[in-house]
């Protein structure tokens, strides 16, 4: 069936603009989370839904960062005044309900350039 | 932050070798997991030991863990060039769905 998707997979902006990116979780999971990976590094976590609501913002690393999932299924990261050090790979994985809920699967990626 | 720490952070062995990747962490843990990320395929699940496990087997893949020793090791045995990723260990920590990372072992496998 089909994985989590990203779009879009690149992205270049300027600094101090607005982006947004998408995901679109497995059909099914519940359970949503964003992670930001530089290179080099491990992905580092920002928020989790459960459902429509963020159950755990915790990552996020200012106000800048806000993300949505309104019906509970597709959800985006928005970014405000992008600044350099924003760019990396944002990660978006989804996971099922049940007995599985700890194997998280995640899509491609969307790697954001802020120049 | 970053839970996990893996060792080595690089390896390079010839095809048909055995790899094995260690990961310590620093807080309890109710599971830890390995993934492998490439260019190609993003991120994918290898693996997930539970805390009162000691070994688990995956195809050419074992892992350990020892929690008294906060630590865990992959081996992937007789290696293939598309075994050629980065590999992460993850942990739960304190939660049962953030997932706490290390920097990644990059493995190299040489025809």
């Known amino acids: 069936g089909a994985g989590v998707s990203q779009t879009p997979s690149n992205k270049v902006t300027e600094k101090g603009k607005y982006v947004e990116l998408r995901c679109d979780p497995i059909?099914?999971?519940?359970?949503l989370y964003w992670y930001r990976q530089s290179l080099g590094q491990g992905p580092e976590f920002l928020i989790y839904?459960?459902?429509?609501?963020?159950?755990?913002d915790s990552g996020l690393p200012n106000d800048r960062f806000f993300a949505v999932r309104p019906e509970g299924s597709v959800s985006t990261l928005k970014i405000q005044r992008t600044e350099r050090g924003d760019s990396a790979v944002y990660l978006c994985a989804s996971s099922p309900p049940g007995g599985e809920r700890d194997t998280q699967y995640f899509g491609p990626g969307t790697r954001l350039t802020v120049l | 932050s970053q839970q996990g720490e893996e060792d080595p952070q690089a390896l390079s062995i010839q095809e048909g070798e055995n790899a094995t990747m260690n990961c310590s962490y620093k807080?309890?843990?109710?599971?830890l997991q390995w993934y492998r990320q490439n260019s190609g395929r993003g991120l994918v699940h290898l693996i997930l030991?539970?805390?009162n496990e000691r070994e688990k087997h995956s195809g050419r893949l074992r892992v350990t863990l020892d929690t008294s020793k906060k630590s865990s090791s992959l081996l992937i045995t007789a290696s293939r060039a598309a075994d050629t990723a980065s590999y992460f260990c993850a942990t739960d920590g304190d939660s049962n769905y953030q997932l706490i990372w290390g920097a990644g072992t990059k493995l190299i496998i040489k025809p």
């Open positions: 030991i539970r805390s």
């Open positions: 807080t309890s843990i109710n599971n």
């Open positions: 839904f459960q459902g429509t609501g963020a159950a755990d």
């Open positions: 059909s099914g999971h519940t359970a």
